[in-house]
């Protein structure tokens, strides 16, 4: 078994055999090129591991080699061999990538500890590849289910956004999928391989949230023994998340509008400014025109944030989409319990496409979540999902009431519905308004409002 592979370019052919014969021995496969431009052709037909060069060579030298390599998907590391004279132009490779340099004349044993830390490197940087890949995946547009026309104009949106760094306001109740549609927008833009960092205005402290987003210097306030980087800078370069900004309070909007005008922060306790290269991105389930109007959302804030507003409509609004993430869901969870429940029956199915969830797709993820774990069988029956969804089907049962063609006076029926429960109950305010589902209050007020005191005794008054 070979510990990997590692090219060997140097344009003297003794220094080559020697290195050759020291790394066979160590177990690495060894391929050979006599200059840089040899060195470039072997790998790209061997994709070597890691690359061992001299740096002065007459056709292409190190420097050239380490410029022409391919950067994609990542930089082999390349490690010189340079004479005692020419540490500098070392230095400078380093400085361009290169993982390490060696004097020559080469050390055995130095030779094979820098030779398993490029092993090292490489595989943290393979790990690290293949994770993004990963994550890519996770994040692909394919992940977030929907097809009716609503969620088509959010996704034609998110493609449209994801090329550029607009700030996007993302609006939806809670449980529609502004978060994935974030990472969304983060993973298929440019920054996708730098970070993307999230805050939730609305669980921090007040008095924690500024140093949260721009951090703070040493003895900015007691307890600031050491410097702390704000939110704003670990994600230089990347998309920062802030969801349930109209939580935010209002100097801290305008410290934020400050932040996108000028594109640099301070941090808390410090003198300069620094400049941030951050794609916003930002959530909230508030109707934001509302909170403007009540004077707790500025306006200016407000527009600096929808460059591009992208509104996720409630799960009620798209019911056609329910079967398909259901179906999601369940491939999901059976995945993640080992279970093989294979489909949902047409009876569960129905109860699923009457609920109006209003915990959106979240209720729906958590409600076939518990089927799939909870339920015995390879069908999810009404027996699995009747406990999430009980209220609106108790209702349902129990309003079998239909209103004839001519419509019907509803305070008549009040008023009939709150006589009729007070004469069951024998005069008993507290049992009448049990029979009708009400409070004592409630029973007691609207019996006032429709003044059935007074009208009661006028009927007996009339009475024979
Ligand atoms: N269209 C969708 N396809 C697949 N999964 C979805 C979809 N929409 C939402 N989800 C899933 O539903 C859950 C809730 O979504 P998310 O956290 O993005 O909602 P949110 O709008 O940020 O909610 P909140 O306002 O409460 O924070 C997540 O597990 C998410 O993966
Ligand atoms: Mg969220």
């Not at 790998?43 to 292409?60: G, H, N, S, Y």
């Not at 979540?369 to 069988?377: I, K, N, Q, W």
Request: aromatic fraction near 6%.
């Amino acid at each position: 078994m070979h510990k990997g592979s590692v090219l060997v370019v140097d344009d003297e052919r003794s220094q080559r055999e020697i290195l050759r014969v020291i790394l066979e021995e160590e177990d690495y496969e060894v391929i050979l090129a006599n200059g840089g431009k040899e060195a470039l052709k072997a790998v790209r037909e061997f994709a070597p591991d890691i690359i061992l060069t001299d740096l002065k060579m007459p056709d292409m030298d190190g420097l050239g080699l380490l410029d022409s390599l391919p950067k994609e998907p990542f930089l082999p590391p390349l490690i010189i061999m340079t004479a005692h004279g020419s540490i500098s132009s070392a230095v400078e490779a380093m400085k361009k990538g290169a993982f390490n340099y060696l004097t020559k004349p080469l050390d055995k044993d130095e030779l094979l500890i820098v030779l398993s830390r490029a092993f090292e490197r490489l595989n943290l940087m393979k790990e690290n590849y293949l994770l993004q890949q990963e994550v890519h995946g996770k994040f692909n547009l394919d992940n977030i289910i929907g097809s009716s026309d609503k969620m088509r104009e959010v996704f034609s949106l998110i493609e449209k956004v994801s090329s550029s760094s607009v700030t996007v306001l993302l609006c939806g109740e809670s449980g529609t999928g502004k978060e994935l549609v974030a990472k969304a927008i983060h993973y298929n833009s440019p920054r996708k391989n730098k970070p993307l960092m999230a805050i939730n205005c609305a669980a921090i402290p007040e008095n924690l949230i500024e140093s949260e987003l721009f951090g703070y210097e040493i003895g900015a306030f007691t307890g600031a023994t050491t410097r702390k980087l704000g939110i704003f800078e670990t994600s230089n370069g990347g998309t920062l998340f802030l969801d349930e900004i109209g939580d935010l309070s209002l100097p801290m909007q305008s410290r934020l509008l400050r932040v996108l005008q000028e594109k640099e922060i301070r941090r808390v306790g410090g003198r300069e400014n620094i400049k941030v290269d951050v794609r916003l991105i930002a959530a909230t389930n508030k109707i934001l025109e509302k909170e403007i109007q009540r004077g707790s959302f500025r306006d200016d804030l407000y527009y600096r944030l929808t460059v591009v507003t992208i509104n996720i409509p409630p799960l009620r609004e798209r019911k056609a989409d329910i079967p398909r993430l259901a179906q999601f869901f369940l491939e999901k969870y059976n995945m993640e319990f080992g279970k093989r429940v294979k489909n949902i029956n047409s009876e569960a199915m129905r109860a699923l496409l009457d609920y109006d969830w209003p915990g959106n797709v979240r209720e729906l993820e958590s409600a076939i979540e518990r089927a799939v774990l909870l339920g015995e069988g390879d069908t999810i029956t009404m027996a699995d999902i009747a406990g999430v969804i009980k209220k609106p089907l108790q209702r349902i049962a129990s309003t079998n009431f239909e209103i004839p063609p001519s419509g019907i006076d509803f305070e008549e029926l009040e008023k009939n519905l709150l006589v009729q429960a007070m004469d069951r109950a024998g005069g008993v305010i507290a049992k009448a308004a049990k029979l009708l589902g009400m409070s004592y209050k409630t029973f007691w007020y609207r019996w006032e409002k429709f003044g059935l005191d007074s009208e009661l005794s006028r009927k007996e008054e009339t009475a024979p």
